[in-house]
C-alpha cells in the first residue's frame, strides 16, 4: 500500500486547511485510517482516525471540534479539514493506514502498517 499526503501549507491563526491522502491497490474500503502529527523535536502523535467504512472517527482532545476526518471509498482517499487552525497545530502531518478492517478507528501508532510521506502545515501570523 502507497499512501500519497497533500494540501499543507502555511496559513494565518483561525485559517482552514484540507489535507487529502490518497491510496494504492483495491482494499482501501478495509483499512482504517489514521492521521498524525510530528513537530519539531516531538514525538508523531495522534490527531484523527476513521474506521474502515466511516461510522466511527476519534479525535485527539486538542483537535476535537476544530479538525473533521471524513472517507470517500470510491476514490481510495481520506481527509483531514482543519479549521480555526492554530499556532500549536504546526507539524508534518501523516496519514497512515490500518490494514486490519478495524471495526473501531485506532489511535495508537504501532497499530498501523502503512504510513504516507508527510505534508507539512504551518500556522504562522
Same mark, same amino acid.
Given at each position: @500500500?502507497?499512501?500519497? /499526503? *497533500? $494540501? ?5 491563526? $483561525? ?6 491522502? #490518497? /491510496? *494504492?491497490?483495491?482494499r ?5 485510517? %489514521?492521521?498524525?502529527?510530528? /513537530?519539531? $523535536? ?7 482516525? @476513521? &474506521?474502515? &467504512?466511516? =461510522?466511527?472517527?476519534?479525535? =485527539? %482532545? ?10 470517500? &471509498?470510491?476514490? &481510495?482517499?481520506?481527509?483531514?479539514q482543519?479549521? *480555526? ?5 504546526? =507539524? #508534518?502531518?501523516?496519514? =497512515? /493506514?490500518? $490494514? !486490519?478492517?478495524p ?7 504501532? !497499530?498501523? !502498517?502503512?504510513?504516507? !510521506?508527510?505534508?507539512? #502545515?504551518? #500556522? *504562522?501570523?
Amino acid at each position: @500500500v502507497q499512501l500519497q /499526503a *497533500s $494540501g499543507g501549507g502555511s496559513v494565518q491563526p $483561525g485559517g482552514s486547511l484540507r489535507l487529502s491522502c #490518497v /491510496a *494504492s491497490g483495491r482494499r482501501f474500503s478495509s483499512y482504517g485510517m %489514521g492521521w498524525f502529527s510530528q /513537530a519539531p $523535536g516531538k514525538e508523531r502523535e495522534f490527531v484523527a482516525a @476513521v &474506521n474502515w &467504512n466511516g =461510522a466511527a472517527t476519534e479525535y =485527539a %482532545g486538542s483537535v476535537k471540534g476544530r479538525f473533521t476526518i471524513s472517507r470517500d &471509498n470510491t476514490k &481510495n482517499t481520506v481527509y483531514l479539514q482543519m479549521n *480555526s487552525l492554530k499556532p500549536k497545530d504546526t =507539524a #508534518v502531518y501523516y496519514c =497512515a /493506514a490500518d $490494514g !486490519q478492517r478495524p471495526t473501531l478507528p485506532r489511535t495508537t501508532k504501532s !497499530q498501523y !502498517q502503512y504510513w504516507g !510521506q508527510g505534508t507539512q #502545515v504551518t #500556522v *504562522s501570523s
